[in-house]
């Protein structure tokens, strides 16, 4: 499984799930989790998040489809995407999860989010973290 959102360590994520897919000859399965907010029911459906996630699922599927991967999209609702993609794992037996991760110092140090801290503490199954390579600068003329 692969968790998809508009970040570019999703992206890395997608890439290396795509690589893996073929060396395995398996189907990916791509997430998106929808975060609604607490003050909302959960089933509470917000256009402009429903169409977001559907942008970037169709965007991961079409990138499967490029390059020969089998894929199948889901949507899911949560109240953080954390425990929601906790729960899909162990719902539909997951092997590995692929989850960006991307840059984020403090005092040097990188610094994970909440959703990546919870996901590697809390996951039944393996999770690989990806990270998008560094764009390297531009060289001066001399």
């Known amino acids: 499984m692969v968790a998809l ?19 395995e000859k398996t189907k990916l399965a791509l997430t998106y989790v929808y ?5 909302l029911p959960l089933e509470t459906e917000l256009p402009d998040e429903l169409e977001k996630g559907d942008r970037i699922l169709e965007k991961g599927v079409a990138i499967c489809d490029e390059l020969d991967v ?10 953080n995407a954390g425990p929601g993609l906790v729960d899909e794992v162990e719902e539909d037996g997951v092997d590995v999860l692929l ?6 110092f403090r005092f040097g140090d990188f610094i994970f ?12 199954c393996r999770v690989l973290a990806v990270k998008p390579e560094l764009a390297q600068p531009e060289a001066k003329p001399a």
């Open 70 to 79: 089998e894929s199948e999209s889901k949507f899911l609702q949560a109240r």
């Open 99 to 104: 989850i960006g991760i991307n840059h984020a």
């Open 35 to 39: 975060e609604v907010p607490r003050a």
């Open 113 to 124: 989010g909440s959703t990546v801290k919870y996901i590697l503490s809390n996951a039944s």
């Open 5 to 23: 959102n508009d970040s570019p360590g999703a992206w890395a994520a997608l890439h290396t799930g795509i690589m893996l897919a073929k060396q």
